[in-house]
C-alpha cells in the first residue's frame, strides 16, 4: 500500500480558525463529499445517508436498525416494556450522533437548510432513543445536556428554509416551537431557571425579532396561536414576552 503525503493538499487550502471552512466536492465514485477543513486536516463527509458511508447491520443507521428493533419488540409483545438499548449500543449511537453533529454544522455553513433538518431530526432520534430505552441511567442522562442546542439548531434551518421558500410566518411559527420546546426540555428536568439565560433561546428570540420586521400581517396569527400554546402549556414567562410582543405589533399597525 503506498501511502500519499497531504502536505500539499493543506496548503493550499489552509486552516483558518476564525472561521468554519467547508466545500463540496464529487467523489471517485460520483457521490458527492462534504468537507470541512480542521486544525490538523480535512474531515470528509458523505452528503448522504450516514456521513461516514458505513451501512450499520445493512441499514442506513445505526438509529434505524434500533428503531427497527423496537417496532418490532412492540409487535411481538403489544408494549415497548422490555426493550432496552446496552451501554455499547447506546454509546455506539452517540458516536453516530457525533458524526451527523459535524455534517449539519458543514451544511448550516453550506446553506443547505433542508439536509440540516434532516441530520438534526436523526439527532434528536437519537436522543429520544436512548432517553427513553437505555438500561443505564448514566445512558439516558448523557445526551440530554446537548439537548437545547440541537433544538436550536433545528428550529433555525427550518426556519431558514421557509425564509427561502418565501414564507416569514412558517420561519416565525418554527421559532417559536424551538422556543417553548427548549423551555418544555428545562422544565422537564426542573431546571425552568436555567431557560431564562439559555444562549440557544437567546438566539432564537434574536432571529425572532430579525424576522418579525419583514412578516406579514398574517405572521399575527403564528404569534396568537404561539401565545395560545405557551399558556395552555403555562410557559407565563414565555407566554408574556409573546403578549408583549402582539402588543408592540398593534402598536407599530395603528
Known amino acids: 500500500m503506498s501511502y500519499i503525503d497531504l502536505d500539499a493538499a493543506l496548503r493550499e487550502w489552509g486552516y483558518e480558525p476564525e472561521r468554519i471552512s467547508v466545500r463540496k466536492i464529487v467523489g471517485a465514485d460520483g457521490a458527492v463529499r462534504i468537507q470541512m477543513r480542521v486544525e490538523l486536516g480535512v474531515l470528509q463527509m458523505y452528503a448522504e445517508g450516514r456521513p461516514d458511508g458505513a451501512q450499520p447491520h445493512g441499514w442506513p443507521t445505526l ?138 433561546i437567546r438566539i432564537l428570540r434574536a432571529l425572532m425579532q430579525e424576522l418579525s420586521a419583514q412578516a406579514p400581517k398574517d405572521s399575527l396569527v403564528v404569534t396568537k396561536n404561539a401565545l395560545r400554546a405557551a399558556i395552555e402549556q403555562e410557559r407565563f414567562e414565555e407566554a408574556a414576552r409573546l403578549r408583549d410582543a402582539i402588543k408592540d405589533r398593534n402598536h407599530t399597525e395603528s
Open 63 to 200: 438509529l434505524t436498525y434500533h428503531q427497527k428493533r423496537l417496532t418490532r419488540h412492540q409487535q411481538r409483545n403489544g408494549t415497548p416494556l422490555g426493550f432496552g438499548l446496552s451501554q455499547q449500543e447506546c454509546y455506539d449511537l452517540r458516536l453516530e450522533a457525533s458524526l451527523f453533529y459535524r455534517r449539519y454544522i458543514a451544511l448550516f455553513v453550506l446553506e443547505e437548510y433542508a439536509g440540516v433538518a434532516l441530520d438534526t431530526s436523526h439527532s434528536l432520534g437519537v436522543f429520544d432513543l436512548c432517553r427513553d430505552h437505555a438500561l443505564e441511567p448514566e445512558d439516558r442522562a448523557a445526551l440530554e445536556e446537548f439537548r437545547p442546542y440541537v433544538m436550536m439548531m433545528d428550529a433555525r434551518a427550518r426556519a431558514y428554509q421557509s425564509i427561502e421558500e418565501g414564507q416569514v410566518s412558517s420561519a416565525l411559527a418554527h421559532i417559536n416551537r424551538g422556543i417553548l420546546a427548549i423551555n418544555a426540555h428545562y422544565e422537564a428536568y426542573n431546571q425552568a431557571e436555567l431557560a431564562a439565560k439559555a444562549e440557544e
